[in-house]
């Protein structure tokens, strides 16, 4: 067993990723992370902001998460990489422009020290921000 020396929570893995203190915001999740990893979390931020300019930002899972009548997109930063996780269908509509990252359902992996490609999150979140809708119209 890991205790974490700033909290005292006891994990099965070592150096386990965690937050010592649930955040209530997506600042307070912002500033929480690693200094250099902060201003890709914010540019993540705006570029889902600026493709769902409705949606609401919440905490959902610990997780900075952007919901417009259902959860879109949600993000989170671990030692190594960026996860994005806008959905099951998502990395099968987006198969050709996802195969350099690592993906299972759901989820991509942006890894820390390479460029992140804003256009495809752009792309992503527009494409999840129609897909609500549909599912809206038909309820």
């Not at 150096?15 to 201003?39: L, M």
Request: proline share 6%; glycine share 6%.
């Amino acid at each position: 067993m890991w205790k974490c020396p700033k909290c005292g929570r006891e994990f099965k893995n070592t150096e386990q990723d965690h937050f010592c203190v649930k955040p209530n915001s997506i600042d307070e999740y912002i500033a929480a992370q690693p200094e250099d990893v902060r201003p890709l979390l914010q540019s993540i931020r705006e570029t889902i902001r600026a493709a769902a300019p409705e949606a609401t930002e919440k905490i959902s899972w610990q997780m900075p998460t952007f919901w417009q009548g259902e959860n879109l997109v949600h993000f989170a930063a671990f030692k190594k990489h960026i996860g994005l996780y806008p959905g099951g269908e998502v990395t099968s509509k987006f198969a050709e422009r996802l195969a350099g990252y690592k993906t299972s359902k759901g989820a991509i992996q942006l890894l820390l020290g390479k460029p992140i490609d804003y256009e495809l999150i752009t792309d992503i979140v527009r494409w999840r921000v129609n897909q609500e809708a549909k599912r809206s119209d038909t309820l």
